[in-house]
C-alpha cells in the first residue's frame, strides 16, 4: 500500500477513534468498535485484508445496524473477499473512494465573499451542528462522539451559515501533516448553490495556511466529481457491508 493510502487509512481510524471507540472483546486479531456513532467494527490493518470468516463472525457478533469498512474493495483479493462476504448474507450500505491531494500540487482557492464559518465548541453550538448535520445526510446522529471530538486538539468541527442560518457542516481532522476532510455536508435548503465547493475552499485555504502536505477524504458517489475538479485523485474503494 502507498504511502498516501496509509496515510489516508491512518487519519480515518484515528479520526474515528476520537469520536469514541474501543477494542472489540473476544476478536483475534484485536478490533476496535465504535462506543456510539458511527456503529462501526473495523481491524487497523493496511497490508492485508481480513479473512472472510473473521468478519462474518463478528458481524453475526454485533448484530444489525452495525457496519464493517472494507479497504480497498476495487482490488483482484478485494473483489473477491467482496463476492463471498455477499454471498454469505451481507448487504453493502455505502461505498466511497478514498481521495488525496498534495496541497502543494492545489491551485489556491479563487477570491470569493468569505464564508461564515465557525468553530463548535459550546455545547449549543455542538447541537446545532449536530443537527444541521444529520440533516444535511439524512439520517440519526448522536450527540455524544461530537462532543467528544470537540475535546480533540486535532479536530476542528466547523458549521457554515447562510444568511445566519445553518447550512453545512465540515470536520477538519489532522494527523500529522495530514488534513483529513469528514461530515462534509451542505443541508437541503441551500443545495445547488455552490456551497459543497466554497467549503472544500475553505479546507484547501486551511491547510495551505497549516503548511499541511497532504489532504484527504472518503468521497461518495455524489461528491466524487467535485473533489475531482479541485485536484484530488483516487486511491481506492471502501464498501461498508452490514447485516
Given at each position: 500500500?502507498s504511502?498516501?493510502?496509509?496515510a489516508?487509512?491512518?487519519?480515518?481510524?484515528t479520526y474515528?477513534q476520537a469520536?469514541?471507540a474501543?477494542?472489540?472483546?473476544?476478536?483475534?486479531?484485536?478490533a476496535?468498535q465504535?462506543?456510539?456513532?458511527?456503529?462501526?467494527?473495523?481491524?487497523?490493518l493496511?497490508?492485508q485484508?481480513p479473512?472472510?470468516?473473521?468478519?462474518?463472525?463478528?458481524?453475526?457478533r454485533m448484530?444489525p445496524g452495525?457496519l464493517f469498512?472494507?479497504?480497498?474493495s476495487?482490488?483482484?483479493d478485494?473483489q473477491?473477499?467482496?463476492?463471498?462476504l455477499l454471498?454469505?448474507g451481507?448487504?453493502?450500505?455505502l461505498?466511497q473512494?478514498?481521495?488525496y491531494?498534495k496541497?502543494?500540487?492545489l491551485?489556491?482557492?479563487?477570491?470569493?465573499?468569505?464564508?461564515?464559518m465557525?468553530?463548535?465548541?459550546s455545547d449549543?453550538?455542538?447541537?446545532?451542528?449536530?443537527?444541521?448535520?444529520?440533516?444535511?445526510f439524512g439520517?440519526?446522529?448522536?450527540?455524544q462522539?461530537?462532543?467528544?471530538?470537540?475535546?480533540?486538539?486535532?479536530?476542528r468541527?466547523?458549521?457554515?451559515?447562510?444568511?445566519?442560518?445553518p447550512a453545512g457542516?465540515?470536520?477538519?481532522?489532522?494527523?500529522?501533516s495530514?488534513?483529513?476532510?469528514?461530515?462534509?455536508?451542505?443541508?437541503p435548503?441551500?443545495?445547488g448553490?455552490?456551497?459543497?465547493?466554497?467549503?472544500?475552499?475553505?479546507?484547501?485555504?486551511?491547510?495551505?495556511?497549516?503548511?499541511?502536505?497532504?489532504?484527504?477524504l472518503q468521497a461518495?458517489?455524489?461528491?466524487l466529481p467535485?473533489y475531482?475538479s479541485?485536484?484530488f485523485?483516487?486511491?481506492?474503494?471502501?464498501?461498508?457491508l452490514?447485516?
Amino acid at each position: 500500500m502507498s504511502s498516501p493510502d496509509k496515510a489516508n487509512l491512518h487519519n480515518l481510524f484515528t479520526y474515528w477513534q476520537a469520536l469514541g471507540a474501543e477494542t472489540s472483546p473476544g476478536t483475534s486479531p484485536p478490533a476496535r468498535q465504535s462506543t456510539h456513532w458511527p456503529r462501526r467494527i473495523w481491524l487497523d490493518l493496511t497490508e492485508q485484508l481480513p479473512e472472510a470468516a473473521w468478519i462474518l463472525s463478528a458481524m453475526e457478533r454485533m448484530g444489525p445496524g452495525w457496519l464493517f469498512p472494507l479497504w480497498r474493495s476495487d482490488s483482484a483479493d478485494g473483489q473477491h473477499l467482496l463476492a463471498t462476504l455477499l454471498d454469505a448474507g451481507l448487504g453493502i450500505a455505502l461505498e466511497q473512494r478514498a481521495m488525496y491531494a498534495k496541497t502543494t500540487q492545489l491551485y489556491p482557492p479563487p477570491p470569493e465573499p468569505s464564508l461564515d464559518m465557525s468553530t463548535a465548541m459550546s455545547d449549543e453550538e455542538i447541537a446545532i451542528w449536530t443537527r444541521t448535520c444529520a440533516e444535511a445526510f439524512g439520517y440519526p446522529i448522536q450527540i455524544q462522539p461530537i462532543k467528544r471530538l470537540s475535546a480533540d486538539p486535532q479536530a476542528r468541527i466547523q458549521l457554515a451559515r447562510i444568511e445566519g442560518e445553518p447550512a453545512g457542516t465540515v470536520v477538519l481532522y489532522r494527523t500529522g501533516s495530514v488534513l483529513g476532510v469528514h461530515s462534509l455536508g451542505v443541508t437541503p435548503a441551500f443545495r445547488g448553490q455552490g456551497l459543497a465547493r466554497r467549503l472544500m475552499h475553505f479546507v484547501i485555504h486551511q491547510a495551505m495556511q497549516s503548511r499541511d502536505t497532504m489532504i484527504t477524504l472518503q468521497a461518495s458517489g455524489m461528491g466524487l466529481p467535485l473533489y475531482k475538479s479541485l485536484g484530488f485523485s483516487e486511491q481506492f474503494s471502501i464498501t461498508s457491508l452490514s447485516l
